[in-house]
């Protein structure tokens, strides 16, 4: 049974950081590229970053840049997002999921999603 199940959400001030984690079993990791999406109260779900389990590359939208880093630990089957400086507009449920590598953040080729954890940052 293929499992991502995310963890480390929570409240935090502005300024903050939280580190999130995404614990993935069922399939082949090396396969696959793990991405991390959010979706804040009344808007579309958006792509945040992701990290090919493969070669260790790395992508991250425009507005988290500098801010967070996406690693991971293969030996767990783990990706971890490390989030700093965190914003209130940074409030959201983040997902991960997991698609074949090269998906980068296009969410149609993701195949499996985990239920998310909730990060809300207070001003």
């Known amino acids: 049974e293929v499992q991502l199940v995310e963890s480390g959400g929570g409240l935090v001030q502005a300024g903050g950081s939280l580190r999130l984690s995404c614990a993935a079993s069922g399939f082949t990791f090396d396969d696959y590229a793990i991405g991390w999406f959010r979706q804040a109260p009344g808007k579309e779900r958006e792509g945040v970053s992701c990290?090919?389990?493969?070669?260790?590359?790395?992508y991250y939208a425009d507005s988290v840049k500098g801010r967070f880093t996406i690693s991971s630990d293969n030996a767990k089957n783990t990706v971890y997002l490390q989030m700093n400086s965190l914003k209130p507009g940074d409030t959201a449920v983040y997902y991960c999921?997991?698609?074949?590598?090269?998906?980068?953040?296009?969410?149609?080729?993701?195949?499996?999603w985990g239920p998310g954890t909730q990060v809300t940052v207070s001003s």
């Open positions: 990290i090919s389990s493969s070669d260790g590359s790395t």
């Open positions: 999921g997991a698609a074949p590598d090269g998906a980068l953040l296009d969410q149609g080729l993701y195949d499996y």
